[in-house]
């Protein structure tokens, strides 16, 4: 129930439902009275039959009821207190009632019922307490009106005043017969507002419940990671949610309306009752073509005399590139394990022809031709070992053992051991941007093994360059743990090979094994990190290696 109180005090929804409410009653004021007396005056204007006061009276009357109405409508948009308003509203309706009834006859007023709209107006705008009120200060009112009847005064107020109240038991028959009538209307006026107010209140909660439920809807339909397609009964696009957006590349506002089978022609409709999840190649926006997982169910709505189907989706591509990383996977396990095996046996018989070579060597000194065919032999032999030796190496488990280790002093010792190496240009400039503080966390062996192959490789780009340079440098990053980078100035990498250059077996130069750079990728990714290429400007290229942190 509402109360006497100022909105600061009371429910935002209450004060509102009191300003309209008030709103309301200016409105209905002016109306009501301006139509009754409007009336009563047509009907009359030739055979008077009630008493009515002089019409400049009565236009008196109605300005001051309209100027009065437009200054309380300028009022309740600057007030804060609405209920103490409201209340200072009805009483003065009360009051501009009593006035016209005194006006127009006293106890044989024909606008006596008019009391009927201050008692329910409050009965609406206050609930009971508000109608009970008014019902007592229009009877009290009234009372005071027929008491000043009974006793003569009127005549003294209006002149010709037609009172017929000769006697106190006339006084009080008119004063029972309105009071209780007053009451009357209080009481069900008040039942009505308060059913009213229940209807509203339900009404209200049942809104908000079905704002609430369509909201989550919305949120689900929109960040459900599973496609979701509705159709209508010709298999044309009803709802088309974001996930399927983002599967399809197209726009919803691009699908809605079309014919499902012409958009997308993979998914068809299903047989009754089959619930297999199906599979199918859809087009996407961009042109290519991508595997989904697609369930149809019908779309049972109970207002609908046709239903539609209801189409939920999931992107298979990379289901489909995992199982076939899996499948490779497995069968470089084989084939290494294979291999493995064939490579240990190549080592025994390969070392047997070096040393066989070298005893023949010497015993040949003096034969150019022969010297000449055994280091072809002896160079080859030696590659053959190199590849051999590396592909044992990929092709063996990594399974690092971490520890903290310096950075820097690991990267000089790698250094220092590519120098021996006969190949090794000298004239190579090498810069080192590591920080003693830098400490790594990996296996120092493995992280050795990738400076040694990712120096290796700058080094032979760089080796028809006069002014070959090699950049080493090393940072810590919240995001990635440790940062390495190894960049050169050397002849790149072409756009069309970069893909490839971690992939076994692949190489650019005609003594190289290929199997450097996958050897590296390979360590990098036991440790949990990653490795990338980009451009070094204007010429060369940087390999990036991260490697976390525990």
Not at 63 to 84: D, E, K, N, P
Not at 96 to 122: A, D, E, H, K, N
Not at 184 to 197: D, E, G, N, P, Y
Not at 310 to 335: C, F, G, P, W
Request: hydrophobic share 45%; with cysteine; aromatic share 10%.
């Amino acid at each position: 129930m509402l109360s006497a109180l100022c909105p600061h005090t009371g429910t935002p929804a209450s004060n509102d439902h009191l300003k309209k409410q008030i709103q309301w009653l200016l409105f209905l004021r002016v109306l009501f009275l301006s139509l009754m007396l409007g009336t009563s005056v047509l009907l009359q204007t030739r055979t008077p039959s009630i008493f009515l006061p002089p019409l400049h009276h009565l236009a008196y009357f109605i300005a001051g009821l309209y100027l009065f109405t437009i200054l309380s409508a300028l009022v309740v948009r600057v007030i804060q207190c609405y209920s103490r308003f409201g209340y200072l509203q009805i009483t003065l309706d009360t009051l501009l009632v009593t006035l016209l009834v005194f006006s127009t006859g006293g106890s044989q007023s024909v606008f006596t019922v008019v009391y009927f709209f201050p008692i329910v107006m409050g009965a609406f705008m206050l609930f009971r307490r508000g109608s009970m009120l008014f019902a007592t200060l229009s009877a009290l009112l009234f009372g005071a009106l027929l008491l000043v009847e009974y006793g003569g005064y009127a005549s003294r107020f209006v002149p010709a005043y037609p009172s017929q109240l000769n006697n106190f038991q006339m006084l009080l028959h008119y004063f029972s017969i309105y009071s209780l009538t007053f009451f009357l209307v209080a009481i069900l006026s008040s039942m009505l507002s308060t059913r009213l107010q229940k209807a509203e209140a339900e009404l209200f909660q049942t809104a908000s419940d079905l704002d609430r439920l369509s909201f989550l809807y919305k949120q689900i339909f929109d960040d459900i990671n599973t496609g979701i397609i509705t159709v209508d009964a010709d298999n044309r696009v009803t709802s088309f949610n974001r996930a399927a957006e983002l599967i399809t590349g197209y726009k919803s506002g691009e699908i809605l309306g079309q014919d499902l089978s012409r958009a997308f022609p993979g998914l068809e409709t299903p047989l009754l009752h089959d619930e297999r999840r199906n599979m199918a190649d859809i087009p996407r926006k961009s042109g290519e073509t991508i595997p989904v997982g697609y369930s149809c169910s019908k779309l049972n709505a109970p207002d609908d005399n046709e239903n539609g189907y209801v189409y939920t989706l999931q992107d298979l591509s990379r289901i489909k590139k995992m199982e076939a990383q899996v499948q490779q996977a497995e069968k470089m396990a084989t084939i290494g394990e294979m291999a493995a095996g064939i490579a240990h046996e190549l080592r025994n018989p390969l070392a047997a022809i070096s040393g066989a070579v070298q005893l023949l060597e010497r015993e040949t000194r003096d034969s150019s031709i022969n010297k000449r065919l055994f280091d072809i032999i002896m160079r080859e032999s030696d590659r053959l070992d190199a590849t051999i030796h590396d592909f044992l190496l990929f092709s063996k488990p990594v399974n690092p053992e971490k520890k903290w280790f310096p950075l820097l002093a690991l990267t000089r010792e790698a250094l220092e051991t590519l120098g021996q190496n006969p190949d090794w240009n000298p004239a190579l400039t090498i810069d080192l941007e590591i920080t003693p503080e830098i400490n790594c966390w990996g296996d120092p062996q493995l992280v050795r093994q990738v400076l040694l192959n990712l120096i290796a490789n700058s080094a032979n780009a760089c080796r028809n360059i006069g002014n070959g340079k090699i950049v080493i440098r090393a940072g810590e990053t919240p995001e990635a743990g440790i940062a390495l980078e190894v960049a050169d100035n050397g002849h790149g990498i072409p756009e069309g090979l970069r893909e490839r250059i971690f992939e076994p077996f692949f190489t650019t130069r005609e003594t190289g094994t290929g199997l450097g750079l996958a050897i590296v990728a390979q360590i990098v990714h036991s440790h949990g990190g990653e490795i990338s290429l980009r451009d070094c400007r204007p010429q060369g290229t940087i390999f990036s290696v991260s490697l976390p942190l525990p």
